[in-house]
């Protein structure tokens, strides 16, 4: 678990700097290098040391789970060759029987210094690069579950130069498990709806939903806990889009076709296979969302306060790099917030279970909806309007003793600071989310109760025009 978030942010905003050579040369860099990568892994509790002295002395050194880690780390501006690779055989060969060696070369590897790690009956060395070094920086993939996977990867299918994303096996999904269309349980979909509002329910029987977002016709990005999957809705087929387990939220598609994803305390790039983090060291999970003109994302935390642990509601502004983040603290007396978006003015609407509250940049805030409402989580902007569609959960009282827990769609409007409910559907065993299709239809996610258990189910929803 993540201990120390504002020191790792602190440490990730120095890698920056020696990055670009910013205060530091090539010989200043390589001595803090290690200093860095030992203080970030004890920002998850792991006890790691730097600069071990002994035989040979040790970049870094740390525990995980009963197992001894060496690393050594090497930023140089060519590929490290087999020389360095040898020398820190050497020094395992100095150790007990079982200690792992990671040699971290920011600039790649030679063919030669590849080979060396193969020579020999066992081979003792697994050999990272910088996307490896960013991804547990980053805490993407957090330092404990990383070290674990590379020993896995090792161990058993031998990579010993592991790609990120070979560290995790392709997922798999039967056919049987997804439904192409509404499930008997779900009938009547709409309890009841305004009119002229249409509900089409695309994919149901999903072990579970987390986010999605629209590629193109037919074409949707899945967030489930076993990866992300690409569902094309024409040929009835899911495909798996990014092996990694557990990312959080809905993936945010970018103008130039790449994809934002957060995961754990990270951020990252997806285009064309291909992971860059952007962002790290998050206490808590954030809502990527864009901003008004498009062209640039931004994250939401609603905070979190619990004995121990307070985090303020503040939202992310994106860089392209690790470490470029700014973190925005939003005024907001509400303790805990499901959502935001950003208006033209750059005035951000905060919605949480009290109503909506506005913030001005830098600004206090102001209640502008006085609204009660469960988990509002669901969120996407109507274009050309200053009116917004939410969902949220929604109890229906069926008898005087008996209620049935649904899903609400609410129209707000901000100029005209004015809330109403556009439709209540019969879904609802967990807090729904929303995703932009198209110009009048959005996509709403959510849970509803099968007969084997709570079951994903996608809906795309028309909304009728504002009046």
């Known amino acids: 678990m993540l ?11 120095t890698y920056v700097r020696m990055t670009r050579l910013d205060g530091y040369d090539q010989a200043s860099r390589g001595r803090e290098f290690n200093r860095l990568i030992a203080e970030a892994l004890q920002c998850w509790g792991i006890d790691a040391k730097h600069n071990i002295p002994g035989s040979g002395e040790i970049d870094v050194g740390f525990e995980l789970e009963g197992r001894h880690f060496v690393l050594e780390a090497k930023w140089d501006a060519p590929p490290t060759n087999d ?14 029987p079982g200690t792992v060696g990671i040699f971290l070369s920011m600039n790649g590897f030679t063919k030669d210094a590849l080979k060396t790690i193969k020579e020999g009956e066992q ?17 993407f993939i957090p330092p404990a579950e990383f070290f674990k996977a590379l020993v896995r ?39 009841e709806a305004v009119l002229d509002l249409k509900a089409q329910v695309l994919l149901s029987h999903l072990s579970d939903i987390q986010g999605v977002a629209s590629l193109g016709k037919n074409s949707l990005l ?20 990014l092996a990694l387990p557990n990312c959080t939220g809905s993936p945010l598609v970018m103008e130039d076709g790449s994809i934002l994803v957060a995961r754990a305390a990270g951020i990252a790039r997806v285009e064309k296979n291909e992971l860059t983090f952007i962002a790290g060291g998050l206490p808590v999970p954030v809502r990527l969302f864009r901003a008004p003109h498009q062209r640039t994302a931004l994250g939401f935390s609603g905070g979190l306060k619990i004995p121990g642990f307070d985090v303020n509601p503040h939202v992310l502004h994106l860089g392209n790099s690790l470490g470029e983040q700014q973190r925005e603290e939003l005024d907001i007396p509400e303790g805990w917030c499901s959502n935001a978006a950003q208006l033209p003015d750059e005035s951000y609407l905060v919605f949480g279970s009290r109503g909506v509250w506005r913030v001005p940049r830098g600004g206090r805030s102001e209640l502008i909806l006085d609204h009660q409402w469960s988990s509002p989580m669901g969120l996407v902007a109507e274009p050309s309007s200053d009116a917004f569609i939410v969902a949220s959960n929604y109890g229906v009282l069926l008898s005087r003793h008996r209620a049935k827990n649904c899903v609400a769609l609410w129209r707000v409007d901000v100029e005209r600071r004015n809330v109403a409910r556009l439709a209540t559907l019969n879904l609802g065993a967990s807090a729904p989310g929303l995703a932009s299709l198209e110009e009048d239809a959005h996509l709403l996610f959510s849970y509803y109760a099968a007969s084997d258990g709570n079951k994903g189910i996608l809906v795309r929803v028309q909304c009728p025009k504002a009046a």
């Open 3 to 13: 201990q120390y978030s504002v020191r790792l942010q602190a440490l990730l905003q």
């Open 83 to 96: 020389g360095p690779i040898s020398k820190l055989k050497f020094r395992l060969r100095q150790r007990l």
């Open 123 to 139: 081979p003792a060395v697994i050999c990272l690069s910088r996307e490896h070094l960013e991804a547990f920086l980053s805490g």
């Open 153 to 191: 990867a090792a161990s058993q299918p031998g990579e010993f130069v592991p790609s990120l994303q070979s560290l995790y096996p392709t997922p798999s999904l039967r056919a049987s498990e997804v439904i192409y269309g509404p499930p008997v349980e779900v009938s009547p979909l709409v309890v």
């Open 222 to 241: 899945l967030t489930l806990s076993s990866g992300m999957w690409e569902a094309d809705l024409k040929n009835r087929e899911l495909r798996p889009f």
